[in-house]
């Protein structure tokens, strides 16, 4: 009976063991649809293309490649200093409004930009 127990406890840590990361991950993937959302409302693709559709004056695609989250937050919230430190000449301008949006909806468009690979 004793080795029937261990043998059911050492089973079920292995499952909740290998449900864990799907569960980051699902919520990854949530913050991601949030964010894609909060593009959407915030009509970032009237400057911004993803998959071809929006804007030419910048392509995000693989921005979750080039850019760190942090880079990526910086470009939203700051965007007049990140222009300086990369050099940056593209016109228009990103406006800096965006560092008003509410913090869950600012984690969610980094996710969700951060997810473009």
């Known amino acids: 009976?004793?080795?029937v127990f261990r043998v059911l406890t050492i089973a079920t840590l292995l499952v909740v063991a290998s449900t864990r990361p799907a569960l980051a991950g699902d919520r990854q993937d949530a913050g991601a649809d949030k964010g894609k959302a909060v593009y959407a409302a915030q009509k970032c693709s009237m400057c911004h293309a993803i998959a071809g559709t929006g804007g030419k004056t910048s392509a995000l695609d693989g921005v979750g490649k080039k850019l760190s989250a942090a880079d990526i937050r910086a470009w939203i919230v700051t965007p007049k200093e990140m222009e300086a430190k990369s050099?940056?000449?593209?016109?228009?301008?990103m406006p800096d409004?965006?560092?008003?949006?509410?913090?869950?909806?600012?984690d969610a468009l980094v996710a969700y930009l951060a997810s473009l690979k």
Request: no cysteine; glycine share 0%; aromatic share 4%.
């Open 1 to 3: 009976m004793h080795i």
């Open 87 to 93: 050099k940056s000449t593209k016109k228009p301008a």
């Open 97 to 106: 409004r965006y560092a008003k949006l509410p913090a869950a909806d600012l």
